[in-house]
């Protein structure tokens, strides 16, 4: 019913028709292997389609960091969630506690264990209904083990971290759905996903600065849950009226403990410790969130070409924090601080009002859609015995420009003006402690941020030689932006505060691609660049923080159907840092292939190689690795069965690079890795 009254551009239906014959079976595969160091994989996906029904299972057990799902899995798996708020204007987004899917890269990780599991179901008794629902269980355990270096920007000093942690996280997840369509003038969904996770972190410390050594236990634990619901309803009245209703409803509970031991306690001139040989700090959290968002569209057809559509909605939230930081002593007792700006009992609520107006003309090649939104903000916060509120009015327009050049060749510019609201997390002004060394302070007087955003987006694709374009640039800048002022004094004690800064950032990104096939060839090359100037407080002292990152990737490969196909490319990456009193840039270069063999009739082989060298500007810190990854396949025409060799990470790397950058710090970062590992595996296709 929605078809033309908006922007289609992403929307896309397939209509899916099973052949005679194929309208009631079984497909799928059951994957089991083994391996050296102990590596074993297990791997059943099993298929079941008739008209009216369709099952699909897939589990996986595996300790050979096979990540089985992963969050483009998830999405295609569930669906996913509409942003339904996207074209309103106002960004306030609440934490999620860790429950969205996360599965650690198999190549940052020394072992990586994963117990999954996923049933998903459709069901149409009738017609004009459809049912459907899945469920996802995932049970990981990852060790790792990294080399850190950091430098603080203001003070320079360096610190040498090594880091042991073994993670453990358990997550499971519910989605049941409704969709109704009684008639082609009438729609109806309605879906509910529950969310709960438990998530344990134990991590070993060892920290040395300016030739100190602190050895620290860092422990974490959490149980979230979330329940989130989305209904929506659209009607079409007649030929010139449509009216549309949708409406989310979010409950989450996050309650993250926090715990460490160290021989020091850099915070006492905030936590009045008892001396100890050993301080044991813990901090229980507790924020409880409900949210409503919920909006009344109508839409009138002026003509074939044009339409005027009016918005009606509301976000509606209400959050609750605790927090109380406690210590342990030698004997076991709990030694809780009274301390008004050690405890957080906060509530708040947020509210927004808003109508919205926006018209639809399409002429010739082109469609403008302008449009803007009025809002009533109204936001309270209670704590510390007082209340805090605050209301405002606000316009904020956004356009929508397309082109279309050719029946598969567009151009696209996008302006948007956005409120940006913070949650209860940087409003609660009691202390919390991020971990071992690093705390911070919220304040309740902070206000929105303003947030404009431009975007070009380029768009070609031909049949004819297969060449495939797409580019775009996005400038975006915010004013009145929340930002921390950190106050530091080397790497035992770092305390944060947020502050909305009347200096605005700005970030500038692009990327732009293109693909062409020449016969039995074809050629891509891409390019990313963002860059990013960010300005901040440290140590009392403006501090401006600019990041220029680029990336390039090239290659070349063949597309034969009998004959071994080859890839050869190379990628170059740069990312350079500045701030106020300091400058560093690191490069990477990535030569790569990937061969592709099918021999004998029955064997093909597979393999993928690439080849690192990371270095800094002054050439501290440097490293070359490089991994190569290879699968000899076995399989007899019209036979089911089918035997897989592989190894893994055939040249031993131990580790990888990454480094990073904040208006504080930058840090380079050495990810230990899984060994060399060899696997055969038995595949039977049904």
């Known amino acids: 019913p929605m078809r033309g009254m908006g922007d289609d551009s992403d929307n896309v239906a397939i209509n899916i028709k099973l052949k005679e014959g194929k309208k009631n079976f079984w497909f799928g595969d059951i994957s089991a292997g083994a391996g050296t160091e102990e590596g074993y994989l297990v791997h059943p996906k099993l298929f079941y389609y008739s008209p009216k029904t369709s099952v699909n299972i897939i589990a996986d057990l595996n300790n050979i960091g096979e990540v089985p799902f992963t969050r483009q899995d998830f999405n295609r798996f569930s669906g996913g969630f509409q942003n339904m708020m996207r074209r309103g204007g106002t960004s306030f987004n609440v934490s999620d506690g860790g429950l969205g899917f996360s599965a650690m890269q198999n190549n940052m990780a020394q072992e990586v264990i994963s117990r999954f599991g996923a049933a998903n179901f459709t069901y149409s008794p009738k017609d004009e209904l459809t049912l459907s629902g899945f469920t996802i269980f995932n049970d990981s355990e990852v060790d790792m083990f990294t080399q850190t270096v950091t430098r603080n920007i203001v003070t320079d000093n360096l610190e ?216 009533n903000y109204f936001t309270e916060d209670t704590q510390l015995g007082t209340e805090n509120s605050e209301s405002d009015v606000e316009i904020l327009p956004d356009l929508l420009v397309q082109w279309k050049l050719k029946q598969s060749q567009n151009l696209r510019f996008s302006y948007s003006m956005t409120r940006e609201y913070t949650d209860i997390n940087r409003l609660a002004e009691g202390y919390v402690l991020n971990n071992f060394n690093s705390m911070f302070e919220g304040n309740r007087e902070l206000e929105s941020a303003v947030y404009n955003r431009f975007n070009v987006n380029f768009f070609s694709f031909s049949m004819f030689n297969f060449t495939n374009m797409n580019a775009s640039v996005t400038y975006s800048k915010k004013t009145n932006d929340i930002k921390n002022i950190a106050n530091s004094t080397g790497f035992n004690q770092t305390i944060s505060t947020p502050f909305n800064s009347n200096l605005a950032d700005e970030v500038v990104s692009g990327n732009a691609r293109y693909g062409r096939r020449f016969g039995k060839f074809k050629a891509n090359a891409s390019a990313r660049l963002n860059y990013s100037k960010l300005n901040g407080i440290v140590n009392n002292r403006p501090n401006v923080s600019e990041s220029f990152t680029q990336n390039y990737t090239a290659s070349f490969a063949t597309n034969f159907k009998t004959a071994p196909n080859l890839e050869i490319g190379y990628a170059k990456t740069f990312n350079q840092y500045d701030s106020s009193t300091r400058s560093s840039d690191f490069t990477t270069d990535r030569p790569f292939a990937k061969l592709d063999v099918v021999f004998l009739q029955d064997f093909s082989f597979i393999a993928d190689y690439s080849y690192y060298n990371y270095r800094d500007g ?60 060899l696997m055969f595996t038995v595949k039977y296709n049904l």
């Open 618 to 677: 002054t050439n501290t810190i440097e490293n070359t690795y490089s991994f190569l990854n290879a699968s000899l396949f076995y399989q007899k025409q019209d036979s089911h069965w089918e035997f897989i060799f592989s190894g893994k990470n055939l040249t031993d790397n131990e580790s990888i690079n990454r480094d990073n950058f904040s208006e504080t710090f930058t840090t380079a970062t050495s990810y230990y890795v899984m060994p060399l590992r």
């Open 160 to 375: 040498v971290r090594e880091s042991v942690n073994s993670q453990r996280s358990k997550l499971g997840m519910l989605k049941l759905s409704a969709n109704y369509i009684p008639n082609a003038d009438t729609h109806f969904d309605y879906d509910v996903i529950m969310k709960t996770s438990k998530q344990e972190e134990i991590g070993g410390i060892e920290s040395i600065v300016n030739g100190n050594t602190e050895n620290i236990v860092d422990n974490q634990e959490q149980t979230p849950s979330s329940i989130n619901q989305n209904l929506s309803y659209y009607k079409v009245l007649n030929d010139k009226n449509v009216v549309s209703f949708e409406m989310q409803h979010l409950y989450t509970e996050e309650n993250p403990l926090l715990n460490y031991l160290r021989s020091s306690q850099p915070f006492d001139n905030i936590i009045p410790t008892v001396p100890q040989a050993v301080y044991d700090m813990s901090q229980q959290k507790d924020v409880r969130t409900t949210k409503f968002d919920g909006k009344v569209d109508y839409f009138y057809v002026l003509n074939n070409k044009s339409n005027l559509n009016f918005t009606l909605g509301s976000t509606i939230s209400h959050q609750n924090f605790d927090s109380n930081i406690y210590q342990i002593l030698t004997n076991g007792d709990r030694l809780d601080f009274g301390d008004e700006e050690l405890i957080n009992d906060v509530k708040f609520q947020f509210n927004d009002i808003f109508l919205g107006a926006h018209y639809k003309a399409v002429t010739g090649k082109f469609t403008f859609t302008p449009g803007f939104t009025v809002h």
